[in-house]
């Protein structure tokens, strides 16, 4: 009872970065600003749901594989956002879509 | 909350489909289509087909996406579409073939099985304990053998159309990119552990030779992108071996049938065999992919920023 109640509050932490990541990518004015709100917000959400997952989950597997996933996001979403950072500040001509 | 959640994933289904017809621009109307085969991934998961989630995550949003948009860099100037302009005149055959499809779904029954029956019938005769790969590998081999030939016939067109024969691509100078480096050393062997876990899984569990093979497809692609020297390492001959082995293994079968004479593609019940052609086919699918995705590739494309390009040779 107590693990579904800290679940829930924690899925719910992770809504509510995601929700605020989704309105940076959508109000912020430049892609740098973009890429730190879709970057560190999202990171963050899909922390607190892994958390949550994890006080709902059963087995020790399946809590290796939710951190699992979430270190991978880490990895894929920093690296993407470095990518797609050094592709602008290369070129700074496409700096607006 | 369950239904909730099924009418949330519909909704943004075709809301997403809308979306990529309605696009501003090619590479909008792409990544829309990369979050649509997602969303497709998500409500196969729902409906409790977790192969078809798997492909259709892999193939559908992740391989062919990376085509699309190799596709779009490929074509000198993408411009833009006029909005809706090019397909109003297809909406009314669409609502049509949606309004039989959705007829046909209603003549289902509700606690119709479908061919459930028929394939755990057979499940008696196989020697894989998995009802979705005995479909796949053994009692519809033919469907799998034939996928693979026209994937492979793909390899073969690109190689014409290109005037190429290899299928390895020029393989460019490594550029000097420190975080591509780290990414391959830390996706590479895990993209390798999970295509050979998914392919292990597939003989008893959701998984198998495509999902496998596009998962080391990624991989290949991944080392390609960062110019990692190993791909161009790999001798041509070993490319090409790898590229027929699936379909050879497959047309082995029939013709060691026919020779039986017995129905084509029918085999011993062997499970080493069967799972022989299988990791094959992985082995095929994913030398196949990657070769299409990074075999239509021009060098002199990628090689415009040439000043932050150093040699790869102190990668390995």
Redesign the interface.
């Known amino acids: 009872m107590i693990f579904d109640i800290v679940s829930i509050i924690l899925c719910l932490a992770g809504a509510l970065f995601f929700l605020g990541g989704t309105v940076g990518l959508l109000r912020f004015p430049d892609t740098y600003s973009r890429l730190h709100a879709l970057t560190k917000a999202d990171n963050l959400g899909l922390g607190f749901i892994v958390l949550g997952l994890v006080f709902a989950s059963a087995t020790l597997p399946e809590i290796i594989k939710l951190g699992l996933i979430w270190l ?1 996001a880490l ?1 894929g979403s920093s ?1 993407a956002c ?2 797609i950072g ?1 592709y602008i500040y ?1 070129m700074p001509s496409q700096e607006e ?1 | 909350m369950a239904l909730l959640l099924d009418t949330l994933v519909a909704f943004a289904l075709v809301g997403t489909a809308w979306r990529v017809m309605r696009a501003p621009g090619h590479f909008q109307a792409v990544v829309l289509f990369i979050t649509f085969g997602l969303l497709l991934s998500l409500a196969w998961a729902r409906l409790h087909s977790p192969d078809i989630a798997l492909a259709e995550a892999a193939v559908g949003a992740g391989l062919a996406g990376v085509l699309l948009l190799d596709t779009l860099r490929a074509v000198a100037q993408p411009g833009k579409v006029k909005t809706g302009a090019h397909f109003s005149w297809l909406l009314l055959p669409c609502l049509l073939l949606a309004g039989l499809l959705s007829l046909s779904i209603m003549h289902i029954g509700p606690d119709s099985q479908g061919l459930t029956r028929a394939v755990e019938a057979g499940m008696q005769a196989t020697s894989l304990e998995y009802p979705v790969t005995a479909v796949l590998l053994d009692f519809r081999g033919y469907d799998t053998w034939l996928e693979l030939g026209v994937l492979l016939a793909a390899v073969l067109g690109l190689l014409c159309v290109n005037q190429k024969n290899s299928i390895r691509a020029p393989l460019l100078p490594a550029p000097a990119e420190p975080v591509g480096r780290w990414l391959i050393s830390i996706l590479l062997p895990l993209i390798i552990m999970v295509g050979g876990f998914l392919l292990w899984l597939g003989a008893f569990a959701p998984g198998g030779a495509f999902q496998a093979g596009v998962v080391w497809a990624a991989g290949g692609v991944l080392l390609w992108q960062a110019g990692h020297p190993s791909l161009g390492a790999l001798p041509v001959s070993l490319w090409r071996v790898s590229a027929v082995l699936g379909f050879a293994l497959f047309w082995l079968l029939a013709v060691a049938a026919l020779i039986r004479n017995e129905p084509m593609l029918t085999h011993p019940q062997a499970k080493a065999w069967i799972l022989a052609v299988e990791y094959a086919a992985a082995l095929s699918i994913a030398v196949c992919l990657t070769s299409l995705a990074i075999g239509g590739q021009k060098p002199e494309v990628r090689g415009q920023r040439s000043e932050d390009r150093g040699h790869g040779s102190g990668v390995r």
Do not use: A, D, H, R
């Open positions: 991978l990895v690296s470095y990518f050094n290369q879509e």
